[in-house]
């Protein structure tokens, strides 16, 4: 159907690339309507919040073929209607500013373009599916372009197809002098594209370990299903990553490379925006899809699309040989340790983190943590639980992995599954009812129980040691700005938050007593859990002395580690499961 329509073509030229613009001419086939309506997405699959990508579009024209000018206005914030004076065709040009440097927006200067759809391609906002072709003209001193678009059929150097507008939208484009490492799996091409290498990361190295996940992630879904795989890794000032259908933006700081536990992490982000090439974007909840670019859609679900996805990110390493168990009990653990000290966690169910995300997880602010949970931490945690209940409940025989293969097996494409079919179906796998647990961690504020999950494996929470030495505890967080030391967050039920401390008070003293930023731990110290004192604050300009009570700070309490005490059965359950 897609195919058999005439197709939107664009050429793409970077004349003055350290300006930070693209120029865009279009070719628009009317239909021979008198008038057609363009519209630019207002947000991009994978990343809920509205962010208005007209806002960098300016100089819109439209014209005939043979040059005449065509009446163009706009009837929304991101669509503009043109008179096409019957033409079959028409040209539109404009220029883009891309000065935005994230997985979901588009970046250009003097060395190379990150160009994502949402945010470059007006289309026909008449919904009918239809090929858009793009031609990139690079500027001199730039040798390649890459993307998850197949080039056309005898076509020019840079010339690419996409199918309709979602896949268009779904592959971002690089050009510039990127390093490229090819590598095969399976027979099928894959690409580590490293932008800004610059001496710091190993490619090489990191295109085997790459690789190596690859593999992992395709041994427990069974095959690969695309016909070509790009990691963009851009090793830029940003960070984050964002899936597609056969590519994915990974952004990260070229001092990621040399530390390991830094290196783990980016290897976590790779491994994560991988997992996603089967959950998400081919299993997928009922909601996202077909996508409407112009408003909000909201899902309960994004506790399985990331959630899930977050819990496999490390396994993915794991199985990758890639860490040891130690270092994926240490992930756990933190994730874990997140969730348990958000107090977020009390007033918002996992399903309305999900659901609010373009409000609350998009929207974060300095009361974020007492409010919401994010729905990738506890998410991970609640998958991880939802394993081992599935393990237990099974003798062994069936894990999560299980009911992600049968769902790709059963929901995967267009149609999607509901909520209820997703837990459905872990029921089935597991061989009893879940639904009244799912209700309870997804739908409720409960503490999440851990007992099954630790005996089954034989784990435990490492007993917490008393802290030392004893140091009086606020409880707030706080930040530094021009050697002024100011409070950034108040979490709930803390000392700092009784005393009655607020966001962006100063602190200026304890007891009288000037306090230097610098100074502020070590005066600390000088105090003990318990003991009252006077704290000088700056408050919107005024002086406020606040008379508090120190506490004590609550120790580390979530480290997993083997139970001295496990038998063999449950030893083997805990490596049957890191296996
Ligand atoms: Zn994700």
């Known amino acids: 159907m897609a195919e058999s329509r005439a197709p939107l073509r664009y050429t793409l030229r970077f004349p003055a690339p350290h300006t930070h613009y693209v120029e865009v001419e279009a070719t628009v086939p009317t239909g021979q309507k008198p008038v057609v309506e363009l519209a630019m997405a207002v947000w991009t699959p994978g990343s809920y ?7 960098h579009v300016e100089g819109v024209t439209a014209s005939t073929p043979d040059g005449q000018g065509l009446r163009l206005d706009k009837s929304r914030k991101n669509r503009w209607r043109i008179a096409t004076n019957d033409a079959p065709d028409i040209t539109v040009t404009y220029r883009v500013y891309c000065r935005e440097m994230s997985v979901r927006t588009n970046w250009i200067d003097a060395g190379f373009a990150l160009l994502n759809g949402a945010p470059t391609f007006l289309t026909l906002a008449d919904d009918a599916p239809r090929p858009h072709d793009i031609q990139l003209v690079l500027p001199a001193s730039w040798h390649t372009s890459i993307t998850g678009l197949p080039a056309v059929p005898g076509g020019a150097p840079h010339h690419y197809r996409a199918a309709d507008f979602d896949t268009l939208v779904d592959s971002p484009i690089l050009a510039g002098n990127p390093a490229i490492y090819p590598f095969e799996v399976d027979g099928i091409p894959h690409y580590l594209v490293n932008e800004g290498e610059g001496g710091m990361w190993d490619g090489p190295r990191a295109a085997q370990d790459v690789a190596k996940l690859v593999r992992a992630h395709r041994d427990m879904w ?14 830029t000032e940003s960070g984050g990553g ?12 070229r001092w990621h490379a040399r530390v390991r536990k830094d290196y783990l992490a980016w290897l976590g982000l790779a491994s994560h ?15 996202l899809g077909p996508f409407d670019y112009e408003n909000e859609v909201y899902t309960k679900n994004l506790w399985t699309a990331e959630g899930i996805t977050s819990y496999y990110t490390d396994l ?20 874990i340790e997140r969730l348990q000290t958000t107090p977020g966690r009390l007033v918002h169910p996992l399903e309305m983190a999900s659901y609010d995300a373009w409000i609350k997880f998009y929207r974060t602010d300095e009361n974020s943590a007492n409010t919401t949970i994010s729905y990738y931490t506890k998410g991970a945690v609640v998958a991880f639980l939802l394993d081992v209940k599935i393990q237990s ?8 992995d299980d009911v992600m293969r049968l769902a790709y097996t059963y929901y995967a494409g267009e149609q999607g599954f509901t909520r209820e079919e997703f837990r459905a179906l872990a029921s089935s796998v597991a061989g009893i009812d879940l639904r009244p647990w799912f209700i309870s961690v997804l739908e409720t504020t409960e503490e999440l129980d851990y007992t099954e999950a630790l005996d089954w494996l034989g784990l435990r929470f490492r007993p ?12 707030l967080i706080t930040r530094t700005d021009h050697n002024r030391l100011l409070v950034s967050q108040v979490h709930r039920h803390t000392p700092g938050w009784q005393d009655g401390f607020n966001v962006d008070d100063e602190m200026l003293a304890i007891d009288d007593y000037r306090v230097l930023p610098v100074q502020w731990e070590a005066r600390l110290t000088q105090y003990q859990p318990g003991d009252h004192a006077t704290i000088l604050v700056a408050r919107r300009e005024r002086l406020v002395r606040l008379a508090v009570t120190f506490g004590t700070e609550p120790p580390r309490r979530w480290i997993l580690e083997s139970d001295p005490g496990a038998t063999t059965a449950q030893r083997t359950h805990c ?3 890191l296996a």
């Not at 919040?49 to 806002?55: N, T």
């Not at 964002?242 to 700081?253: A, I």
């Open 49 to 55: 919040l509205v962010r208005e990508y007209a806002r």
């Open 222 to 235: 069974g095959s690969l299903p695309y016909t070509k795989y790009v990691f963009f890794n851009m090793i």
């Open 242 to 253: 964002l899936e597609h259908k056969n590519s994915t933006v990974l952004m990260t700081s």
């Open 273 to 287: 925006e991988f997992f996603h090439v089967w959950n998400v974007k081919r299993l997928r909840p009922v909601e």
């Open 316 to 335: 993915g390493v794991r199985r990758a040989n890639l860490c040891t168990d130690d270092e994926l009990l240490e992930r756990l653990s933190s994730m």
């Open 393 to 400: 409940a099974t003798a062994g025989t069936k894990r999560l």
């Open 464 to 475: 917490a040691p008393s802290p030392t030495p004893e140091k009086a505890w606020l409880g």
């Open 575 to 577: 490596t049957t499961w």
